[in-house]
């Protein structure tokens, strides 16, 4: 079994800088792909950002571009996300997500941190 583990989250003013961390650990498993994902009160979940583990190349929702980025600790399965110029359209759980397989969708989420940007 596989276990996905946010934190970092927290309450921070407009403006303010945040960095989140995901960590995955268990047994004979190998990250392909991780990123984030957010949900609001009353909206879907959204796509954040995510990051080829083995090209580490990232992807970014229009919406975070410039002031998101994405990093990683490859040895340790981490995944960061540091997050700058917050506002309060960033609030929101962030939820982690993990792929283990070299295709297909996520296959395992960590339970979610909250972040809460006040004006």
């Known amino acids: 079994q596989v276990q996905v583990v946010e934190s970092g989250g927290g309450l921070v003013r407009t403006g303010g800088s945040l960095r989140l961390s995901c960590g995955a650990s268990g047994r004979s498993f190998y990250v392909y792909k991780m990123g984030w994902s957010r949900q609001s009160p009353g909206k879907e979940r959204e796509f954040v950002a995510s990051?080829?583990?083995?090209?580490?190349?990232?992807t970014y929702a229009d919406s975070v571009k410039g002031r998101f980025t994405l990093s990683k600790d490859h040895a340790r399965n981490t995944l960061f996300l540091q997050m700058n110029n917050l506002k309060p359209d960033d609030t929101a759980v962030y939820y982690c997500e993990l792929r283990t397989s070299p295709v297909g969708s996520y296959n395992y989420w960590g339970q979610g941190t909250q972040v809460t940007v006040s004006s």
């Open positions: 990051l080829d583990w083995r090209t580490e190349i990232p």
